[in-house]
């Protein structure tokens, strides 16, 4: 069966959790029989949401990896987004509460190899713009790094 889950592990202190004043964001990688899926458990803050691709004028929640020889990445899965009113007139695709991001990466076998070696890590970054009912943020991005 493709996809079975092999390994499941939470990142080291240095792949730890980023923690910023709209959300936190904490990165964990799962091992499965094509390669390893990269997931961002994240938790907004209350009252604060972030984007969903399609809002015009707003940055969405975007996750990318630093190149990797012998990666090849797959499309980001996000969880459905909800239909919110901002400012009580603008309808937006929006994320809140907690939820998670993945993207899933195809390995060759010399990588997986390195990935297995100690310290070895996957790094890249977060890019959100996040609001409240009342205002926004600029766009943040953030460095984040994953342990397999």
Request: hydrophobic share 40%; net charge positive; with cysteine.
């Amino acid at each position: 069966m493709t996809g079975l889950l092999v390994v499941a592990m939470a990142m080291s202190l240095l792949a730890g959790p980023v923690e910023t004043p709209h959300l936190s964001i904490a990165p964990v990688s799962v091992i499965t029989a094509k390669g390893l899926d990269l997931h961002l458990d994240v938790r907004t803050r209350p009252g604060w949401h972030v984007y969903a691709s399609g809002n015009p004028g707003y940055f969405p929640l975007t996750i990318e990896i630093d190149a990797q020889k012998g990666a090849v990445t797959g499309s980001v899965v996000f969880p459905k987004p909800e239909v919110f009113l901002f400012r009580m007139s603008e309808e937006v695709r929006v994320f809140r509460g907690e939820f998670r991001v993945t993207l899933p990466i195809r390995l060759s076998p010399d990588l997986r190899a390195r990935l297995r070696k100690p310290g070895a890590r996957l790094t890249g970054r977060v890019s959100y713009q996040a609001c409240t009912d009342d205002a926004c943020s600029l766009k943040t991005t953030k460095e984040i790094a994953w342990t397999p």
